[in-house]
T-cell receptor
C-alpha cells in the first residue's frame, strides 16, 4: 500500500519565479492538505482540498494556490517566489469520513535564491 | 498567534531514560491531539494521538497524558533508545475545522548510547 508521495524531492528557484509541487495521497484517501515547514519550526497549514475544491485556508497570501484532480492527487502552486518561501512543503492525506488521521508525505524542499 | 506551545525546544536523555515533552493549548475547541515524529529529511509520522475524553493513552513505550482543565498534554517516551532521536511535534485540531492541524514548535530529542 503506497503512502503519500510527493514530487520533486528538491527544487531550486529564483526570486520572482513560479513553482508547482505535486502530491499523490495515500490509497483510499480523498482529502489533501498542504503545509509549509520552515527550518526549525513546526508545519504551518496552507490549505485543504476535498472533491476538487478548497475547503479551508490558512494565513497564506493568494500567491499560494492549489488544485485537486479527480484521482485525488493535488498540486500546490506558488507565484512570485520570495526568499521567505524557502521551506519544506508537506502534503498530508486523510479520509473525510475518518477525518482525524492525517498521513504526511516526505515533502519537497524548495530553495529560493 | 501560536495556539500550541511546546517545551522544551531540545533535550538530551541517556539510553534507557525517560523523555518528557510538554504542550499547552489555548483553543478549547480542539478535540484531537496527535504527536508526530520527524527524522531529518522526512515528513512527520503519526506516533500516537488522544481525544480529550481520556486522561492517558499508552502505545508501547509512548504515553500521552492529557489534562483538560489545565489545557496541557505531554508525551512520555519510556526506555528511550538511540533510534528515538528525532524531532517531536505536538499538534491539535478540531473535527469542525476539517482536521486542520495546528503544530507546536517541536522538540529535538537526542538519546545518547
Amino acid at each position: 500500500d503506497a503512502g503519500v508521495t510527493q514530487s520533486p524531492t528538491h527544487l531550486i528557484k529564483t526570486r520572482g519565479q513560479q513553482v508547482t509541487l505535486r502530491c499523490s495521497p495515500k490509497s483510499g484517501h480523498d482529502t489533501v492538505s498542504w503545509y509549509q515547514q520552515a527550518l526549525g519550526q513546526g508545519p504551518q497549514f496552507i490549505f485543504q482540498y476535498y472533491e476538487e475544491e478548497e475547503r479551508q485556508r490558512g494565513n497564506f497570501p493568494d500567491r499560494f494556490s492549489g488544485h485537486q484532480f479527480p484521482n485525488y492527487s493535488s498540486e500546490l502552486n506558488v507565484n512570485a517566489l520570495l526568499l521567505g518561501d524557502s521551506a519544506l512543503y508537506l502534503c498530508a492525506s486523510s479520509l473525510l469520513g475518518a477525518i482525524y488521521e492525517q498521513y504526511f508525505g516526505p515533502g519537497t524542499r524548495l530553495t529560493v535564491t | 498567534q501560536q495556539q500550541v506551545k511546546q517545551s522544551p525546544q531540545s533535550l538530551i536523555v541517556q539510553k534507557g531514560g525517560i523523555s518528557i515533552i510538554n504542550c499547552a493549548y489555548e483553543n478549547t475547541a480542539f478535540d484531537y491531539f496527535p504527536w508526530y515524529q520527524q527524522f531529518p529529511g522526512k515528513g512527520p509520522a503519526l506516533l500516537i494521538a488522544i481525544r480529550p475524553d481520556v486522561s492517558e493513552k499508552k502505545e508501547g513505550r509512548f504515553t500521552i497524558s492529557f489534562n483538560k482543565s489545565a489545557k496541557q498534554f505531554s508525551l512520555h517516551i519510556m526506555d528511550s533508545q538511540p533510534g528515538d532521536s528525532a524531532t517531536y511535534f505536538c499538534a491539535a485540531s478540531t473535527g469542525a475545522a476539517g482536521n486542520k492541524l495546528t503544530f507546536g514548535g517541536g522538540t529535538r530529542v537526542l538519546v545518547k548510547p
